[in-house]
């Protein structure tokens, strides 16, 4: 049970440049969720989506985009990366009762 | 709007010593509650939540919490740390349970 599946692990981007940020899960969880974590700031939620087809935006999602075109997978797009977007970012699933599942977290940098 | 504050950035405690970490949380009703538990390079792993009922929660690693309405608080307790447990500790509150706002996190150190 491989759980929640984020890659790559590392990356580092030139800014303007674009990526993806993949995750996928295998609980067949109705929630997935982006966070971004940057020290001393604790995780703040990028997007967030209740099933397929549905996302919405969390506290911080200028410069990212999502889409949720399966149960599995929940890719984050970053379209013009700025150094403000250096951070380590976690997806997370859940059955929607509280007990998320992170994955391990990509770590990004904009350089 | 909902708010965690944990006051406590890093606490160092020795091995074998009791622990607590303080949470405290905004919020107009009463909320969900869960601490969660992040080892160096590693996601974050549920300890404890809290929705209702006994106020005092046994979660995994011998970690509790409780959930105490008056101070809005929800501080998590362990008897004796051991090494292992030194870690980054975050708790986090929900309105409703799909959605979760975290603390800044204490980052715990524990000397032999």
């Known amino acids: 049970n491989a759980g929640v599946t984020q890659t790559p692990k590392f990356r580092i981007l030139k800014i303007g440049q674009s990526m993806t940020l993949q995750c996928t899960q295998d609980m067949n969880h109705n929630y997935m969720y982006w966070y971004r974590q940057d020290p001393g700031m604790g995780l703040k939620l990028i997007y967030y989506?209740?099933?397929?087809?549905?996302?919405d935006k969390g506290e911080v999602p200028n410069g990212y985009n999502v889409s949720r075109s399966t149960t599995e997978d929940f890719p984050l797009r970053l379209e013009l990366a700025a150094p403000s977007q250096t951070s380590v970012y976690f997806c997370?699933?859940?059955?929607?009762?509280?007990?998320?599942?992170f994955g391990s977290g990509t770590r990004l940098t904009v350089v | 709007a909902q708010s965690v504050t944990q006051p406590d950035i890093h606490i160092t405690v020795s091995e074998g010593a009791s622990l607590e970490l303080r949470c405290n949380y905004s919020y107009g009703a009463t909320p969900y509650l869960f601490w969660y538990v992040q080892s160096p390079g590693q996601g974050l792993q549920l300890l404890l939540k809290y929705f209702s009922g006994d106020t005092l929660v046994q979660g995994i690693k011998g970690f509790e919490a409780e959930f105490k309405r008056s101070q809005s608080s929800f501080n998590l307790r362990k008897p004796s740390v051991h090494w292992s447990d030194a870690a980054e500790y975050f708790c986090a509150v929900g309105a409703d349970t799909d959605k979760l706002i975290f603390g800044t996190g204490t980052r715990l150190q524990v000397f032999p």
């Open positions: 997370a699933s859940s059955q929607g009762t509280g007990g998320y599942t």
């Open positions: 989506s209740v099933g397929a087809g549905i996302t």
